[in-house]
C-alpha cells in the first residue's frame, strides 16, 4: 500500500531564511502525481506545489520550490526568504488511484 | 477562493442529533470528497464521490453517510452525534477522480462542535 511519510513534525526557521520541508512516499507505481498543501492558522487548506513524476524537472511556484528525487521516492519542499505568512502546517499527498496524505509538518516563523 | 462552498460554516448542536453538511463543487468539477479534521490532527478522509456515484469510503462511521446529487451538490449526514465528533469538516472537488492527478480544491470547511 501507498503511504506518505513527513519526518519533522515541527520545524523553525527565522524569516528571511530558507527552509527545506521533508516528505517521502512508497509507492510501486512509475506514474503519479505529488502535491503540497498548506494550512495556515484560519485552517483553510491551500494548494502550493504540484508535481507530476514523469516530469523529471522540478516544480517552482514563486518562493516555493520542491526536489524531486524519483528514485528516493522523496519530494521535499523548499521554502525561500521564509515570510511570517508562511507559518502554517504543511501536508505532502500523493495520489495515483487514491489520494493519500502525510500528518503533516508545523512551520513556525520566526521574526 | 477555490470556488468550492460550504454550509454552515459554524455549527453547534446536542449529542444524540442530526446535522446535515452541504458541499457545492467548484464549476465544472465531478468528483467530490469529504474530509475530517479534529484538531491538531491530520485530515481524516471520509468518502470520494464521482458524478453521483460512491468511489471510495475511508474511515467512514456507520453513523455517517452522503450523497451526491445529480447538480453534482453532496451532503454529508451526521448522525447520533457523540462529542468526539466535534472536528472540522472539509469538502473537496476536482475534475475527475484522483486517478487522473487533477488537483483537488478546498472548501473552508464545516466547524461542527457537538457539546
Known amino acids: 500500500a501507498q503511504t506518505v511519510t513527513q519526518s519533522q513534525p515541527e520545524m523553525s526557521v527565522q524569516e528571511a531564511e530558507t527552509v527545506t520541508l521533508s516528505c517521502t512516499y512508497d509507492t510501486s507505481e512509475s506514474d503519479y502525481y505529488l502535491f503540497w498543501y498548506k494550512q495556515p492558522p484560519s485552517r483553510q487548506m491551500i494548494l502550493v506545489i504540484r508535481q507530476e513524476a514523469y516530469k523529471q524537472q522540478n516544480a517552482t511556484e514563486n518562493r516555493f520550490s520542491v526536489n524531486f528525487q524519483k528514485a528516493a521516492k522523496s519530494f521535499s519542499l523548499k521554502i525561500s526568504d521564509s515570510q511570517l505568512g508562511d507559518a502554517a502546517m504543511y501536508f505532502c499527498a500523493y495520489v495515483r488511484y487514491q489520494l493519500i496524505w502525510g500528518a503533516g509538518t508545523k512551520l513556525i516563523i520566526k521574526p | 477562493d477555490s470556488g468550492v462552498t460550504q454550509t454552515p460554516k459554524h455549527l453547534i448542536t446536542a449529542t444524540g442529533q442530526r446535522v446535515t453538511l452541504r458541499c457545492s463543487p467548484r464549476s465544472g468539477d465531478l468528483s467530490v470528497y469529504w474530509y475530517q479534521q479534529s484538531l491538531d490532527q491530520g485530515l481524516q478522509f471520509l468518502i470520494h464521490?464521482?458524478?453521483?456515484?460512491?468511489?471510495a469510503k475511508g474511515n467512514i462511521l456507520e453513523r455517517f453517510s452522503a450523497q451526491q446529487f445529480p447538480d453534482l451538490h453532496s451532503e454529508l449526514n451526521l448522525s447520533s452525534l457523540e462529542l468526539g465528533d466535534s472536528a472540522l469538516y472539509f469538502c473537496?472537488?476536482?475534475?475527475?477522480?484522483?486517478?487522473?492527478?487533477?488537483?483537488?480544491?478546498f472548501g473552508e470547511g464545516s466547524w461542527l462542535t457537538v457539546v
Open positions: 473537496a472537488s476536482s475534475a475527475a477522480g484522483t486517478g487522473f492527478g487533477n488537483t483537488i480544491y
Open positions: 464521490y464521482y458524478n453521483g456515484e460512491e468511489r
